[in-house]
């Protein structure tokens, strides 16, 4: 694991001893990725610089790391953030077939060998979670990936004096005047975030920087800009069950869960698992005993009852014989940690969870230096409740167009929460109109009370056209989790489960975000993802002989936070009224408008929650980032190279 940044100069050969020592500065702003092993390396073309936090090979696999076959060596240098959990087998392979040597026992040379033997193939054989950034003396270009999924960010940005990538976008901001870049703020990517409560890629609210997009690679040479390929398009090949061959088929994905986690489970470091209460994590936790037995886990919640999983967590770990730590946070210690939060995301995301999940995160790092979680595990055998919505409005399916529109002209002049109004006027939407993802804040209307940019023009077809055009044929289950693939995952959850743990120096890890376990998910039919009265059929079924009864069919949960209530007394609403009123981004947001949504909250009028949070968070980030009215305190790492 590391924090990686690369500079490619400009065609002229742009690289002085001036750019190694800003690549050097701007590696520091992400030392908690990787407080082990700081450093960079230089050639004429390309700087490197990297934070390393070791867990695989910790004493011999430093970066940026060379290798190169016999007859070219030290022909690459490689910067990587991540972990390949399948590198004995391909370090096998690369042996057999091709006679690659290694000199390191860690993951990194296998990403170099297979690139150098395979090409761009190699991608599609790496199991596990990476972004890199691979320089070749020889073609003189760096090649640079991301994992097929997202998990590891990786920001980039080309101006006159070059392209830089890094893991953190306040890294590459920090580079603006030596690579020339647009710092303005992007308002069509405000206004995405807005109703979409994250910035979705390859966006930023910085015009200058964009992500690579999870699944792609890039190719950068020295005066030109990126050369961004696609090489993974996620699809779901719904294979049905034979009649009397359901339990081979529950069996398959309990075989493909096991062999993920003991593959997630490689490390020369304690292991410890995230617990928050639920089918997916207690999974995760129960199967990572097995190779463990001394595994801790980890959960957190609130002292307000209805918000805390903290006493099911105990009893799950308690039924799998895990040892269990518990966080509490206050509502004081919530807000405090705010301005600090947003500082490590680089980029707004307005779900609240993060906040507990950093706190859990502090804590785990003082016993653990890497964790598993369940995240995916709804994205890839339908979780949410949401993808039950099919079914609800079935019927709608067999009215004319014409028929359906009219429905919904009939459901506006009903009343707010009137019982049937959201139903008529979802049932007639089509799928693409009505689901953008899991995430839902503003509204047209609303939007247009609260930005001051607003251009109906940008809505979130923006980002779902053309991922809708490459599920034509799909049932309506499948579209949802493929749209949510390239949204609400990429977007919200793997970037909080990535900056909360890499906040403090702790690697996490997802066992369900695996290739072959994708493999198997996406051929489940319909109805074994969902039914009308449960989620997940399928995946509960081929758990039931490892997550306890008490788990099994509990109602999702996750880690909820109080905002709601807190935004309505106490230092969280104090503390929402000054953001209103010392925020210098008036120009784009309605302060006044925002204000009066809080006076409603308040009194109880209505719950703004959602979007209240939405446009707080946003405060937060600019003024930190664009106003600098805001300077949060960073600590200094203090962990220890091993335990």
């Keep these: 694991m590391c924090g990686l940044l690369a500079l490619v100069g400009d065609a002229a050969g742009s690289i002085t001893d001036d750019t190694v020592a800003a690549v050097a500065g701007a590696s520091h702003l992400m ?136 893991s953190e976008k306040k890294c590459l901001l920090d580079l603006a005047d030596t690579l020339g870049l647009d710092t303005d703020l992007d308002t069509r990517a405000l206004q995405h975030y807005t109703v979409l409560q994250y910035v979705p890629e390859p966006e930023t609210l910085h015009r200058g920087v964009r992500r690579l997009e999870s699944g792609c690679y890039a190719v950068i040479r020295p005066g030109r800009p990126p050369a961004v390929t696609r090489y993974f398009r996620p699809r779901f090949d719904a294979v049905p069950f034979r009649t009397g061959a359901e339990q081979a088929r529950y069996d398959e994905i309990t075989a493909v869960l096991e062999d993920s986690v003991a593959k997630h489970m490689r490390a020369d470091v304690t292991v410890g698992a995230f617990l928050s209460g639920g089918i997916d994590s207690t999974a995760i936790a129960a199967l990572a005993i097995r190779h463990n037995p001394r595994l801790i886990t980890f959960t957190t919640g609130f002292e307000r009852e209805g918000f805390s999983e903290v006493d099911v967590a105990v009893a799950s770990a308690e039924a799998i014989g895990a040892r269990h730590i518990a966080k509490v946070v206050s509502q004081a210690e919530f807000v405090a940690a705010l301005p600090e939060i947003v500082w490590y995301l680089d980029e707004p995301v307005a779900d609240p969870a993060l906040v507990p999940l950093f706190f859990i995160a502090r804590e785990a790092r003082k016993h653990v230096k890497v964790v598993l979680s369940g995240e995916g595990a709804d994205e890839l055998f339908g979780g949410y409740t949401i993808y039950r919505e099919p079914l609800s409005l079935k019927a709608f399916d067999y009215l004319p167009r014409g028929v359906r529109k009219s429905l919904g002209k009939a459901s506006k002049p009903l009343p707010e929460g009137m019982r049937g109004k959201s139903l008529l006027h979802r049932g007639s939407l089509t799928l693409e109109e009505r689901y953008y993802g899991n995430a839902r804040s503003f509204s047209d209307e609303h939007l247009r009370a609260v930005l001051a940019e607003f251009n109906p023009g940008w809505t979130h077809t923006d980002v779902t056209a053309a991922i809708y055009a490459e599920s034509q044929n799909w049932d309506p289950v499948a579209r949802m989790q493929h749209i949510d693939l390239f949204t609400w995952l990429r977007g919200d959850i793997l970037v909080k489960a990535d900056k909360m743990t890499m906040a403090n120096s702790l690697e996490l890890r997802v066992p369900f975000l695996d290739p072959e376990v994708f493999a198997v998910a996406s051929r489940l039919p319909f109805d074994q993802k ?89 405060l937060l980030w600019y003024a930190i980032f664009v106003e600098g009215s805001i300077t949060p305190q960073i600590s200094e790492p203090q962990y220890p190279v091993q335990l």
């Excluded at 091709?98 to 033997?117: K, S």
């Excluded at 935004?567 to 209103?580: K, Q, T, V």
Aim: charged content about 25%.
């Design 530 to 618: 969902i039914t009308r009265t449960t989620t997940k059929y399928a995946l509960r079924r081929a758990l039931e002989p490892i997550v306890p009864a008490h788990v099994l069919h509990r109602a999702k949960l996750g880690f909820p936070v109080p905002i709601r209530h807190w935004l309505r007394s106490g230092e969280l609403m104090d503390w929402a009224y000054r953001m209103i009123g010392a925020s210098g981004a008036g120009h784009l947001v309605d302060l006044a408008a925002v204000r009066a949504m809080l006076d409603q909250h308040r009194a109880g009028e209505g719950d703004h929650s959602r979007r209240l949070w939405t446009v707080l968070i946003f």
């Design 31 to 166: 030392r908690h990725r990787g407080p082990d092993e700081p450093g960079t390396w230089a050639d004429d073309r390309v700087v490197l610089g990297f934070n390393r936090l070791s867990i695989i090979d910790i004493a011999h696999s430093h970066q940026p790391l060379r290798w190169g076959p016999p007859e070219e060596p030290d022909r690459y240098v490689l910067v990587f953030n991540g972990e390949i959990y399948n590198y004995l087998e391909l370090r096998e392979v690369l042996r057999t077939e091709f006679g690659a040597t290694f000199h390191t026992d860690g993951d990194g040379e296998a990403i170099v060998a297979a690139y150098h033997y395979w090409g761009t193939e190699s991608l599609s054989r790496l199991r596990g979670m990476f972004a890199f950034a691979l320089w070749d003396t020889v073609r003189e270009e760096l090649f640079c990936a991301r994992d097929p999924f997202g998990i590891k960010p990786l920001f980039v940005a080309t101006g006159p004096g070059g392209t830089a990538v890094g």
